[in-house]
């Protein structure tokens, strides 16, 4: 048969599995509980960090006595696993991710850690908690470290009672792996009630990212359970299933995109206008900025393009490269108008203050170019960009002249609790007052993205906001570039045309 070895995450220990382990040993399995070392010491000599708790999951390996191995991580358990995994790979048949992130070489779990608040205090050393343990959280915290769904108000009682504070260190110290464990099988349990779901992994692996190939190796299989982010306690029966189909090698396969056809980032813009190229000299790069300038003898409005994201940092070609931008850009010059394109820092949930700051340095440089009106300047958003209009639609400037966005988030999706909390566009329209809004809405939008929509689109028609709508029925998300049909060709042209007049009146 089969041995797990089962780590828990944050503030939980071996307890946490008791109903799972009952049914894994009744079909036969082997079942060891990983009580992670925990103690409140806090000499440094004796500090409990990553390294300590890879070390108790590698005791817990070489102990077990069947052959075919599978180690299951849950949420920051996942870094103990990968820590042995990599020293241990030819011992291990398979690594489980239990609604677990996917931490790399050098990461640290705080990193991943969705509580805003606690993930800022355990990354400021001068924070540190003096003892060296962060406390377990009280009984109405647990929603903030994921989602509660499924759990009973019993359940939510033991959770909270067992709970033990975590060691500081075993969030802060980097996880390092030598690439071994890449060679090793691998499940995915994705807990939907936290937003991410096996549609959402085939959408990420559908963009052609390279990062994300990875996903769809035949050797990676994934399940779906409808609970939230502890299904030990909320499906004990449906997880120890579900963990004997995965250590069977059962799951569901992703399907990688065609090897004949390009990933979505790099397609060419559907309103792109390659018949009538602009010259070199009419491109201008400017920092995170680039511009496309018409020929004109007075200063002209701008509209300048923001891209979507999280985008990793390592992505060959960035964003400001992409066909998509590259062609918003010169389709808004073809008009009469500087076209122009911010590239930020938008690499994670994290980064949306870093990349808030990069379009506000973006912006100024536009405005005090001077082929630019800087009195006439309308923002376009994309995507996950949508949550950048939040500064701009609570307090818009006067020379703001329109705010559009196309396919937008606009407003943290399930899943999403380490979006800082300031970036909140359905919040944030109250003050929009009478900036011209500009939204052009996929009808094939995936659901999650869609409640944002329309979260938005109530609280500004509740708080009259000048909000225009356009709709593109049969559009998909990044509809300028999958969808090369008249429906949105149409759309785009009555949208710019929109955004254009208000820039001009």
């Not at 920051?76 to 992130?101: S, W």
């Not at 390279?210 to 299904?231: K, M, S």
């Not at 939204?439 to 708080?463: I, S």
Request: with cysteine; net charge negative; proline share 9%.
């Amino acid at each position: 048969m089969t041995a797990f070895v089962l780590v828990s995450g944050h503030f939980t220990g071996g307890w946490i599995w008791r109903e799972v382990s009952a049914r894994l040993r009744a079909a036969g399995a082997e079942v060891h509980e990983a009580n992670l070392t925990n103690n409140g010491d806090a000499r440094p000599e004796s500090r409990v960090g990553l390294e300590t708790h890879i070390e108790d999951v590698l005791r817990l390996i070489d102990a077990a006595a069947d052959p075919e191995l599978v180690l299951v991580g849950h949420e920051y358990g996942i870094h103990p696993v990968l820590g042995a995994a990599d020293r241990r790979a030819d011992r291990l048949t398979r690594i489980v991710y239990l609604d677990a992130g996917l931490p790399q070489d050098g990461d640290r779990a705080a990193q991943l850690i969705p509580d805003q608040t606690v993930r800022e205090l355990l990354l400021d050393p001068a924070r540190t908690p003096a003892d060296g343990l962060l406390p377990a959280p009280g009984r109405g915290e647990w929603h903030r470290w994921g989602s509660i769904a499924g759990l009973s108000a019993e359940a939510l009682d033991r959770l909270t009672g067992l709970a033990a504070p975590q060691p500081v260190a075993t969030l802060t110290e980097p996880l390092r792996l030598s690439g071994a464990v890449a060679a090793v099988p691998t499940s995915g349990i994705l807990c939907t009630a936290g937003g991410t779901s096996i549609a959402t992994i085939e959408a990420i692996v559908g963009s052609g990212m390279p990062q994300f190939r990875f996903l769809a190796d035949p050797r990676v299989g994934f399940f779906d359970l409808d609970t939230g982010h502890w299904p030990m306690l909320s499906r004990p029966d449906e997880l120890a299933d579900v963990l004997l189909r995965a250590a069977a090698g059962e799951g569901h396969r992703i399907a990688p995109p065609p090897a004949t056809e390009m990933p979505a980032f790099v397609r060419p813009h559907i309103l792109d206008t390659p018949e009538h190229p602009l010259p070199d000299s009419a491109h201008e790069r400017i920092g995170n900025l680039d511009l496309y300038l018409p020929e004109a003898e007075t200063p002209l409005p701008a509209v300048l393009f923001v891209h979507g994201g999280p985008v990793p940092a390592d992505l060959d070609p960035t964003p400001r490269d992409w066909p998509m931008y590259v062609g918003y850009g010169r389709y808004a010059a073809s008009l009469g108008v500087v076209g122009a394109t911010a590239e930020h820092r938008l690499h994670d949930l994290y980064s949306y203050p870093q990349a808030a700051e990069d379009l506000a340095a973006a912006v100024e440089a536009l405005r005090a170019h001077p082929r630019v009106d800087g009195d006439r300047i309308a923002i376009w958003f994309f995507s996950g960009g949508g949550l950048l209009t939040t500064d701009w639609l609570a307090a818009p400037p006067s020379w703001l002249r329109c705010l559009a966005a196309s396919y937008p988030i606009l407003a943290p999706m399930p899943g999403w609790e380490a979006v800082d909390r300031r970036f909140r566009p359905a919040e944030a329209v109250a003050g929009a007052g009478r900036l011209p809004i500009v939204l052009t809405r996929a009808g094939l939008e995936a659901a999650a993205v869609a409640a944002t929509v329309e979260q938005f689109v109530a609280a500004a028609q509740e708080h009259k906001a000048e909000l225009e709508l356009i709709d593109v029925p049969n559009g998909h998300h990044g509809f300028e570039v999958v969808d090369h049909i008249d429906e949105v060709r149409d759309a785009l042209t009555r949208a710019s045309a929109s955004v254009l007049r208000h820039l001009r009146g």
